[in-house]
């Protein structure tokens, strides 16, 4: 690929003056602040990035400036350690500690790779996971990094795929499952994706330690243009996964569905099928006791819940341009908005309760802290 690469060394540096000087005057002063329930990423106002850190009832506790949209926010929770990423095609992430009045770092993927928006801790909080492109060869990697030496990044594994979107490390604390969405972006082209015509999702199964492929399932005929961009795991240990569909919307399929190390992909049979959903699913969760799992669709302005173990729809909610979801509660879902929207609600579309920030544009995903 002969596209030029954009001047990371730039971005870095006016993130870093960015992000530093305002968290000196506004994190300090809330540091010792214990009430922070969820981060998001958010546009505030008509251009301004940053990472929110909320109460239950939507109230900002503090916020960390961004100097581009960030996406998805890895956690940590006994270190409290958060990482956010760029928004795809990403070349920039921010680390900070929820409990400590320190600046963050700012981190980068290196020569010729980009952030998909996604990662993840490892069980002891040593390692950071991101999902990751080689701009040159269009392979997906992992992206592994050393949080001790400042998120230095120290290797890669290959994700067995193009695309890599979300990945998580699974319960065994030893598996990293990857939604190989298929599609190929560079920073240099935005957000257009170059190979619609020969994309091959998948979702494969990686060890953490060596990078050797575990196992792995490809979308095939009718369903290769079919995305897989988020995941979660239940208490079974099974993927849920969301996709994003590619092809004609006259030919849109399901685009919810499962699948395990050695269980094949089967997707959800929802009313009103993919097509009802837009075609797109922008993220999932699973409830706290594991049993639930929630898909949002902006575009269709809903969130479809599953029974992990019927496999069947219990509720669909409307929520204009939803998009970020999390737990709440052992069979409660909080959802966020496009438009500032934050709204509890039960796995069977039950509205709790809901508030509304004025002025804020909540991004694609919301994480629980606590």
């Known amino acids: 690929m002969s596209l030029t690469v954009i001047d990371r060394r730039s971005l870095l540096l006016g993130t870093l003056a960015f992000v530093g000087a305002a968290y000196q005057s506004k994190a300090l002063a809330s540091a010792a602040d214990r009430d922070i329930a969820y981060v998001a990423t958010a546009r505030k106002g008509m251009k301004n990035y940053c990472v929110l850190l909320l109460r239950v009832d939507g109230s900002i506790v503090r916020e960390v400036p961004l100097t581009a949209r960030g996406h998805d926010i890895a956690y940590h929770r006994p270190s409290g350690r958060v990482a956010v990423f760029a928004r795809r095609p990403g070349v920039f992430g921010v680390a900070f500690d929820i409990d400590k009045a320190t600046p963050p770092h700012v981190f980068t993927p290196g020569k010729d790779r980009h952030y998909y928006g996604h990662g993840g801790f490892s069980q002891d909080g040593r390692l950071l996971y991101t999902s990751e492109a080689d701009v040159e060869s269009e392979i997906?990697?992992?992206?592994?990094?050393?949080?001790?030496?400042?998120?230095?990044?120290?290797?890669?594994?290959?994700?067995?795929?193009?695309?890599?979107?979300?990945?998580?490390?699974?319960?065994?604390?030893?598996?990293?499952?990857?939604?190989?969405?298929?599609?190929?972006?560079?920073?240099?082209?935005?957000?257009?994706?170059?190979?619609?015509?020969?994309?091959?999702?998948?979702?494969?199964?990686?060890?953490?330690?060596?990078?050797?492929?575990?196992?792995?399932?490809?979308?095939?005929?009718?369903l290769?243009?079919?995305?897989?961009?988020?995941?979660?795991?239940?208490?079974?240990?099974?993927?849920?996964?969301?996709?994003?569909?590619?092809?004609?919307?006259?030919?849109?399929?399901?685009?919810?569905?499962?699948?395990?190390?050695?269980?094949?992909?089967?997707?959800?049979?929802?009313?009103?099928?993919?097509?009802?959903?837009?075609?797109?699913?922008?993220?999932?969760?699973?409830?706290?006791?594991?049993?639930?799992?929630?898909?949002?669709?902006?575009?269709?302005?809903h969130v479809l819940y599953v029974d992990s173990e019927t496999g069947a729809v219990v509720g669909k909610s409307d929520l204009k341009d939803v998009c970020g979801l999390s737990s709440e509660g052992e069979h409660n879902f909080a959802a966020s908005s496009g438009f500032g929207v934050i709204r509890y609600e039960t796995a069977q579309a039950r509205v709790v309760s809901e508030h509304t920030l004025q002025n804020i544009a909540f991004d694609n995903h919301l994480r629980r802290i606590a």
Do not use: C
């Open 140 to 222: 997906g990697l992992i992206g592994i990094y050393d949080v001790a030496r400042g998120y230095k990044k120290i290797g890669e594994h290959q994700s067995y795929g193009i695309g890599p979107h979300e990945i998580m490390l699974l319960a065994d604390g030893k598996t990293i499952a990857v939604g190989n969405g298929g599609l190929d972006t560079v920073p240099d082209a935005g957000r257009e994706n170059l190979n619609v015509d020969t994309m091959e999702p998948s979702l494969a199964f990686v060890d953490a330690e060596s990078g050797k492929l575990v196992a792995k399932h490809a979308m095939t005929g009718d």
């Open 224 to 301: 290769k243009s079919l995305s897989i961009r988020h995941v979660t795991q239940d208490k079974t240990g099974l993927i849920w996964f969301g996709g994003q569909w590619e092809g004609s919307p006259s030919e849109t399929p399901q685009i919810v569905g499962s699948a395990g190390l050695d269980r094949e992909l089967k997707l959800v049979d929802a009313p009103g099928g993919g097509k009802g959903l837009r075609g797109y699913i922008g993220a999932m969760a699973v409830s706290n006791d594991g049993r639930f799992i929630a898909a949002s669709a902006p575009k269709a302005g």
